[in-house]
């Protein structure tokens, strides 16, 4: 089992940045694919940026070159980088690890992200 906790969200002005960080504990963080998704009320989750095991990345079309994705298998940490950010960001921020080959994955608690003059 993993247990996640998201910090870092808050109110920022369009053209902003900010930095959110997933602390995990409880299992072999090394082991486990790790991703951020987002959520806006009446919407889908959507998938915004993931790292393997390996580091290989991955990002929603909507954050290519504006967000960035790390993770420190010592500090059993996964960071989201997000800069010049747009209203459209604006969402509650979801962590999430997976292990490879396993059927169950877990998530964080969320933390809201807003993005207003």
């Known amino acids: 089992q993993v247990q996640l906790v998201e910090s870092g969200g808050d109110l920022v002005q369009p053209g902003g940045s900010l930095r959110l960080s997933c602390a995990a504990s409880?299992?072999?963080?090394?082991?486990?694919?790790m991703a951020w998704y987002r959520q806006v009320p009446g919407k889908q989750r959507e998938l915004v940026a993931s790292?393997?095991?390996?580091?290989?990345?991955n990002y929603a079309d909507s954050v290519l070159g504006r967000f960035t994705i790390t993770r420190d298998n010592a500090k059993k940490t996964v960071l989201l980088q997000m800069n010049t950010l747009k209203p459209e960001d604006t969402a509650v921020y979801y962590c999430n690890a997976r292990r490879p080959g396993f059927s169950s994955d877990f998530w964080g608690q969320g933390t809201q992200v807003t993005v207003s003059s």
């Open positions: 409880g299992s072999i963080f090394r082991l486990y694919a």
């Open positions: 790292i393997t095991t390996s580091g290989s990345t």
